[in-house]
């Protein structure tokens, strides 16, 4: 049981070492769209 136990610890922290520190697509495409954003209004004024 505490094998089991500490497998399961284990594997919980891997994965959510890897899935928090992963940027995805979505936050890569939402800073694209803010340097653009900024960029318009620079031109704008």
């Not at 899935?19 to 004024?45: N, P």
Request: aromatic content about 6%; charged content about 35%; glycine content about 2%.
């Amino acid at each position: 049981m505490k094998k089991l136990a500490k497998i399961f610890l284990i594997v919980f922290t891997l994965s959510t070492v890897f899935t928090s520190c992963r940027e995805t697509t979505g936050d890569k495409v939402e800073d694209a769209v803010e340097d653009v954003a900024d960029d318009v209004e620079d031109v704008v004024d």
